[in-house]
């Protein structure tokens, strides 16, 4: 299993980014996959996640009406859609797969088996 996550960059407060977790070796709607972040200095921090039966969604405060999370099928993808970004959103952005969490878990980076390497994010002011 290999996630690649991708689509960070330098981005303007205000403005829009929209990461990609390409996932091999496992099939995305048979998984539950999230996206966490840590910021330099800062333990890792839930962001999103999208649970691996039916597609429900979730959210950390900060997210919720600012990203979204979605998956393809075709292409075994997860995309995290981020708008209105803050220079406080500035991060390595990673996504983390699982095929067994239950729901009270999903938040927690300990849920997860599978990461990826991280892209960075970084909002300027």
């Known amino acids: 299993v290999q996630l690649q996550a991708s689509g960070g960059g330098l981005v303007q407060a205000g403005g829009s980014l929209r990461l990609s977790c390409e996932c091999s070796g496992l099939t995305v709607t048979r998984n539950t996959v999230a996206w966490f972040r840590q910021a330099p200095g800062e333990e890792r921090e839930f962001v999103a996640a999208?649970?691996?039966?039916?597609?429900?969604?979730y959210y950390a405060d900060f997210a919720k009406g600012r990203f979204a999370i979605s998956r393809t099928g075709a292409g075994n993808m997860v995309h995290l859609q981020m708008s209105s970004l803050k220079p406080e959103d500035t991060a390595v952005y990673y996504c983390?797969?699982?095929?067994?969490?239950?729901?009270?878990?999903?938040?927690?980076?300990?849920?997860?088996?599978?990461w990826g390497q991280g892209t960075l994010v970084t909002v300027s002011s």
């Open positions: 999208i649970f691996r039966s039916g597609g429900a969604t």
């Open positions: 983390a797969a699982t095929s067994t969490i239950i729901l009270s878990m999903i938040r927690n980076s300990n849920g997860y088996y599978y």
